[in-house]
């Protein structure tokens, strides 16, 4: 089973509003990443997290803010957006068990998000 | 930057085979080729992924170069339901570290 969930499908929030996305696993895998894809182009990472700590933030604005409460969960905070942060938001995970095994990532089906 | 090129589009013709080509020149000893394919506004969904030798599974075939610096994606028989943005990357075996996704290539599979 390789299946990572996303729940909402889809979003609609004004700029004032406050919402939450998603994520969940349990493939016991202990890295968990949110990429951003705008319309027509790729994927882009946002943030990783390794075995429940945060690795990597590209330098996303603090309007966005990752949390992990577990090894199976991984929220994205929403606040104060734009209209151009709608996107679609893909969440992924991968064992972390590299390098005794390659350290594929599987991604989830993805939140639609429209900011108006 | 994407460390891979690959064509924009591509076109194949249902039941035959595919061959999606990728060229990774500047690639390391220790970065692995994997490729993903997006079907439209689905998740990227994982094919394979190689490091020296040539890789088959259930979805597709990956042959690697010798010198390592091209890859090819085989799906032997192509089906509609193949259409899709498919994407070659290059990635070290590091836990935790990101995927840089290029432009990928478009296939268009028709009957």
């Known amino acids: 089973d390789t299946e990572v969930t996303q729940t909402p499908k889809h979003l609609v929030m004004g700029m004032t509003n406050k919402k939450s996305l998603k994520c969940e696993q349990h493939?016991?895998?202990?890295?968990m990443y949110w990429y951003k894809q705008k319309a027509k182009k790729p994927p882009e990472l946002m943030f990783v997290?390794?075995?429940?700590?945060?690795?990597i933030n590209e330098s996303v604005p603090s309007r966005f803010s990752p949390e992990c409460p577990n090894s199976s969960l991984l929220n994205l905070h929403l606040h104060a957006l734009q209209p151009e942060d709608s996107a679609l938001y893909l969440c992924?995970?991968?064992?972390?068990?590299?390098?005794?095994?390659?350290?594929?990532?599987?991604f989830g089906p993805g939140t639609r998000l429209t900011v108006l | 930057d994407a460390k891979t090129t690959q064509p924009t589009s591509m076109d194949c013709a249902e039941g035959r085979a595919a061959n999606l080509p990728c060229n990774h020149s500047?690639?390391?000893?220790?970065?692995?080729v994997y490729w993903y394919r997006q079907i439209h506004s689905q998740g990227p969904q994982y094919i394979i992924h190689?490091?020296?030798n040539n890789e088959t599974n259930e979805m597709a075939s990956l042959i690697i170069t010798e010198d390592r610096k091209s890859s090819t994606l085989i799906l032997p028989h192509a089906t509609l339901r193949d259409t899709a943005v498919y994407y070659c990357?290059?990635?070290?075996?590091?836990?935790?570290?990101?995927?840089?996704f290029g432009k990928g290539t478009t296939l268009s599979v028709s009957s």
């Open positions: 992924a995970s991968s064992p972390g068990l590299a390098p005794r095994g390659t350290d594929t990532q599987y």
């Open positions: 500047t690639i390391s000893g220790n970065e692995y």
């Open positions: 997290y390794s075995y429940e700590k945060l690795s």
């Open positions: 493939m016991g895998h202990r890295a």
């Open positions: 190689g490091l020296k």
């Open positions: 990357i290059v990635r070290v075996n590091q836990a935790g570290t990101a995927l840089i």
